[in-house]
């Protein structure tokens, strides 16, 4: 057991004036089992390649460990694994990795195949029983978790739960739940630890945001108050002091003295309210630092003049000549939210991508109603470059109401100004997303929306579709998402 400890580490990207990183200190116990959190853009896979060593900072980072990266950089997919495993660690034991196979439910056949030809699932079992191999190593995990359907999530979940000595950056809370002990998250001015899991962790910052909030309303309170206390103590101060010249009723001359003293008097108790005001202001600047404001998001769905929207029976789905699910018989109807689940290559974005109008080979009966609108969301955000502004127009969007729901989703000014393309991946499904909800559809179909996304902006999007209960088929791996939104769930 050591420790890794960060000491007054400041870090900005060479042309940007703002530090994403300044002046954090912290240490890790390097038995730890760290979940990695904080909303998307914050820095949390900078952090992890200044551990690594990829950038040059201020502050010092002290570790007796060696940092190991997931996932593993492979240039040459088509290799077979076995080689790979081999270039990652060239001492390892045969029968250590499949015994690390063993509890991620691998077969030692997967070693023979070219690493391309591997499952999403199967790649991340692969990556992550090699490094664990490594001695004196402390794993840095990348979102293991994204494209994994829910079984092989609880697989990696429950098999990390084993090990200790990583930070785990994920979005999935009960992922995070059932493999961490201490959480690191990146809030809006600092980072810090505490012990527990996500769960733990997430009561104990809305505990704190609440205690923060509420006292910001008293602290205004006051504010206002004894502003407005100083104000009419100091107008009654200079009032006093005028009629130092004046008279009395009788025609007697006034006590110049007594008035001063009495001006003076009530002056002095302005500049203490004023004095009292001023420190509550202090006090008050204090707070909200770390505050998310996970403003509410609207959509505007249409109603459709039917109940039933879309309807399949007996539909077959096929890759070229290869068939890969058949027999789905299922409809949509209106308020429906429907989560589509199945393992991974089981035909569920084709089906999606069939209701949608694309080019999907099947067998069987397929209905869609007429003059149907259907607003996509889809896996792939490569195609994302230029600016948002020329974004909005080529897609016939509200530009202000664009950029409104983005910033609800906490993007920065500054990110409307850059390419699309030097998004982060959360920041690049949040485009296609805000796009979807400007979009008047009667129906929503949306493909792993949650890939990237950051824990706030998924609980943002849960209140939405709850709140304003659009139509909606959707695939995602989330089984918190899953659980808190899905009306029906259609299994294949």
Same mark, same amino acid.
């Given at each position: 057991?050591?420790?890794?400890? /960060?000491?007054?580490?400041?870090?900005?990207?060479?042309?940007?004036?703002?530090?994403i990183?300044e002046?954090?200190?912290?240490?890790?116990?390097?038995?730890?089992?760290?979940g990695?959190?904080?909303?998307?853009?914050?820095?949390k896979?900078?952090?992890?390649?200044?551990?690594?060593?990829?950038?040059?900072?201020?502050?010092?980072i002290?570790?007796?460990?060696?940092?190991?990266?997931?996932?593993?950089?492979?240039?040459?997919?088509?290799?077979?694994?076995a080689?790979?495993?081999?270039?990652? +660690?060239?001492?390892?034991?045969?029968?250590?990795l499949?015994?690390?196979?063993?509890?991620?439910?691998m077969?030692?056949? /997967?070693?023979?195949?070219?690493? =391309?030809?591997?499952?999403?699932?199967?790649?991340?079992?692969? @990556?992550?029983?090699?490094?664990?191999?490594?001695?004196?190593?402390f794993?840095l995990?990348?979102?293991?978790?994204?494209?994994?359907?829910?079984?092989?999530?609880?697989? /990696?979940?429950?098999?990390?739960?084993?090990?200790?000595?990583?930070?785990?950056v994920?979005h999935?809370?009960?992922f995070?739940?059932?493999?961490v002990?201490?959480?690191?998250?990146?809030?809006?001015?600092? +980072?810090?630890?505490?012990?527990?899991?996500?769960?733990?962790?997430? !009561?104990?910052?809305?505990?704190?945001?609440?205690?923060?909030?509420?006292?910001?309303?008293?602290?205004?309170?006051?504010?206002?108050?004894?502003?407005?206390?100083?104000?009419?103590?100091?107008?009654?101060?200079?009032?006093?002091?005028?009629?130092?010249?004046?008279?009395? %009723?009788?025609?007697?001359k006034?006590?110049?003295?007594?008035?001063?003293?009495?001006?003076?008097?009530m002056?002095k108790?302005?500049?203490?309210?004023?004095?009292?005001?001023?420190?509550?202001?202090? !006090?008050k600047?204090?707070?909200?630092?770390?505050?998310e404001?996970?403003?509410?998001?609207?959509?505007?769905?249409? =109603?459709?003049?039917?109940?039933?929207?879309?309807? @399949?029976?007996?539909?077959?789905i096929?890759?070229?000549?290869?068939?890969v699910t058949?027999?789905?018989?299922?409809?949509?109807?209106q308020?429906?939210?429907?989560? @589509?689940?199945?393992? %991974?290559g089981?035909?569920?974005?084709s089906?999606?991508?069939?209701?949608?109008?694309?080019?999907?080979?099947?067998?069987?009966?397929?209905?869609?109603?007429?003059?149907?609108?259907?607003?996509?969301?889809?896996?792939?955000?490569?195609?994302?470059?230029?600016?948002?502004?020329?974004?909005?127009?080529s897609?016939?969007?509200?530009?202000s109401?664009?950029?409104?729901?983005?910033?609800?989703?906490?993007?920065?000014?500054?990110?409307?100004?850059?390419?699309? =393309?030097a998004?982060?991946?959360?920041?690049?499904?949040?485009v296609?997303?805000?796009k979807?909800?400007?979009?008047?559809?009667?129906?929503? /179909?949306?493909?792993?929306?949650?890939n990237?996304?950051?824990v706030?902006?998924?609980m943002?999007?849960?209140?939405?579709?709850?709140e304003?209960?659009?139509? +909606? @088929?959707?695939?995602?791996?989330?089984?918190?998402?899953?659980k %808190?939104? =899905?009306?029906?769930?259609?299994?294949?």
């Amino acid at each position: 057991m050591s420790t890794i400890k /960060v000491t007054n580490l400041t870090f900005a990207y060479d042309g940007s004036f703002d530090n994403i990183f300044e002046n954090v200190s912290f240490q890790i116990d390097t038995d730890w089992k760290l979940g990695f959190t904080g909303r998307n853009g914050r820095g949390k896979t900078t952090f992890l390649n200044l551990l690594l060593g990829r950038y040059e900072y201020s502050g010092t980072i002290s570790a007796q460990v060696q940092f190991e990266y997931f996932p593993y950089p492979i240039e040459n997919k088509e290799r077979i694994t076995a080689e790979i495993i081999q270039e990652m +660690i060239p001492d390892y034991m045969h029968w250590e990795l499949l015994r690390e196979f063993s509890f991620l439910q691998m077969d030692e056949e /997967v070693l023979e195949r070219p690493f =391309a030809t591997l499952s999403n699932g199967e790649q991340t079992k692969v @990556l992550l029983a090699a490094l664990f191999l490594k001695e004196n190593s402390f794993l840095l995990i990348d979102e293991p978790t994204n494209h994994l359907d829910m079984g092989a999530r609880k697989l /990696v979940s429950d098999y990390l739960q084993t090990k200790s000595g990583f930070i785990l950056v994920s979005h999935d809370r009960a992922f995070l739940d059932n493999c961490v002990d201490h959480i690191l998250s990146i809030n809006k001015t600092n +980072i810090e630890i505490q012990k527990g899991n996500f769960s733990t962790w997430w !009561e104990n910052k809305e505990r704190q945001d609440n205690y923060e909030l509420a006292e910001n309303e008293r602290l205004k309170k006051d504010i206002r108050r004894l502003s407005e206390s100083a104000k009419r103590t100091s107008n009654w101060s200079h009032e006093v002091e005028k009629t130092k010249n004046g008279t009395r %009723n009788s025609g007697s001359k006034v006590d110049k003295g007594y008035v001063g003293h009495k001006a003076a008097k009530m002056m002095k108790r302005a500049k203490s309210l004023e004095q009292r005001q001023h420190a509550a202001i202090e !006090e008050k600047s204090k707070l909200l630092k770390n505050v998310e404001q996970g403003d509410t998001l609207k959509i505007a769905p249409l =109603a459709y003049h039917k109940d039933r929207l879309v309807e @399949l029976v007996d539909v077959a789905i096929f890759y070229g000549d290869k068939q890969v699910t058949s027999g789905i018989r299922f409809s949509v109807s209106q308020g429906e939210r429907i989560a @589509l689940s199945g393992k %991974n290559g089981s035909g569920k974005s084709s089906i999606l991508k069939l209701i949608c109008g694309e080019d999907v080979r099947y067998t069987g009966t397929f209905r869609k109603g007429s003059q149907l609108k259907i607003s996509y969301v889809s896996q792939d955000t490569s195609h994302l470059q230029g600016n948002l502004t020329d974004y909005a127009r080529s897609n016939g969007l509200d530009e202000s109401l664009f950029k409104a729901i983005l910033r609800k989703l906490d993007f920065s000014r500054v990110q409307f100004e850059k390419d699309m =393309a030097a998004f982060s991946g959360g920041q690049k499904k949040k485009v296609l997303i805000a796009k979807s909800l400007c979009e008047r559809a009667h129906l929503y /179909v949306w493909d792993e929306p949650l890939n990237f996304i950051d824990v706030i902006s998924r609980m943002q999007i849960e209140e939405l579709l709850l709140e304003h209960a659009p139509t +909606i @088929l959707f695939v995602e791996h989330d089984s918190e998402f899953c659980k %808190n939104i =899905a009306t029906k769930v259609i299994e294949l």
